[in-house]
């Protein structure tokens, strides 16, 4: 598959995992209530949004953060109700998070914003009936990566934040996701770079770093490297593991081109290294997506339905 293919494959298709599924048929009646643009968060006089997933009988109480990224571009047109259709059949109600899209935001500032739907989310558990230590996220790609970041960086809030939702935690309880990357400084070998550069030259928007000169309150691109390099190692998910990360489970190809198995190889191993339960599932052959990846959801719920079950008395 050559590059162009590749770059395409990353921002426009895999927004929709994790499944490329079998739409839910129009004639048949729908086993869940969908709430749209449900706001979580606002920022720069912009709403955030999620759309909420509750099955109609047999909830579990636990929910599912569903990460709508790819090459961390997101829209609420990428919400397809058949890519969830197994986590509701088994009973999770699930959050699907659209976060502020590249090219205009930054992964520094996406990832501001799914740990705000965390802590919305948990936030208003009871009255979406879920258990706010029940929740479990997953994603594809950059949906993968947001995931990881969540389970390796989420964090406690600020107990002091005028918003009562930024005083809750981001911290999730499981990750399951398909072939995210984990390691910008490192990404298919020893000391590479992909920061918007190599395999990920085609994604310079999300690592256009900037901040905002107090002088003349104008933001300005970053680009001393040595401070480029400090803020892209907080965006490494493998930087944060540390052995109270959740339990975490990875779907990836071996003949992926653009995000490579190394990636989900070397946090797994961290991972394992700090004593957190964790697991990669390898598709022999399968390049960045694959055709019936649909039915590896099922392989996901599994590990949910495993780490994510009721607390006993």
Request: overall charge neutral.
């Amino acid at each position: 598959m050559n590059r162009l293919r590749l770059v395409w494959v990353f921002a426009a298709c895999v927004c929709l995992v994790p499944a490329v599924s079998s739409a839910i048929r129009a004639e048949e009646a729908p086993s869940f209530t969908r709430t749209e643009d449900v706001v979580y968060g606002r920022k720069h006089g912009m709403a955030l949004t999620m759309d909420v997933f509750t099955p109609k009988a047999n909830a579990n109480g636990a929910g599912i953060v569903w990460m709508v990224s790819g090459g961390w571009y997101s829209a609420h047109e990428a919400i397809n109700a058949g890519s969830i259709a197994e986590y509701l059949k088994r009973g999770y109600t699930v959050f699907a998070v659209v976060h502020g899209s590249q090219p205009r935001f930054t992964i520094p500032e996406v990832v501001e914003d799914v740990n705000r739907a965390v802590r919305f989310i948990r936030f208003h558990a009871a009255d979406y009936h879920v258990d706010p230590d029940r929740l479990g996220v997953t994603g594809g790609s950059a949906g993968g990566h947001l995931s990881l970041m969540l389970g390796t960086a989420g964090a406690l809030g600020n107990p002091f934040a005028k918003d009562p939702v930024d005083r809750g935690s981001s911290r999730v309880q499981a990750v399951a996701c398909f072939f995210p990357p984990t390691d910008f400084f490192n990404y298919g070998k020893p000391g590479e770079n992909a920061l918007g550069r190599g395999i990920l030259q085609g994604f310079k928007a999300p690592f256009d770093f900037n901040q905002l000169d107090p002088k003349d309150k104008v933001y300005r691109p970053i680009t001393d490297e040595a401070m480029r390099e400090v803020i892209g190692r907080q965006i490494c998910p493998i930087t944060h593991v540390t052995p109270d990360d959740p339990p975490t489970l990875i779907i990836h190809g071996d003949a992926d081109e653009l995000v490579p198995i190394q990636q989900a190889e070397i946090v797994i191993e961290k991972l394992k290294e700090k004593g957190v339960e964790a697991k990669l599932v390898v598709k022999p052959g399968a390049g960045h997506g694959w055709g019936d990846i649909g039915k590896d959801n099922a392989i996901l719920a599994d590990w949910f339905d495993q780490h994510l079950k009721p607390k006993t008395p």
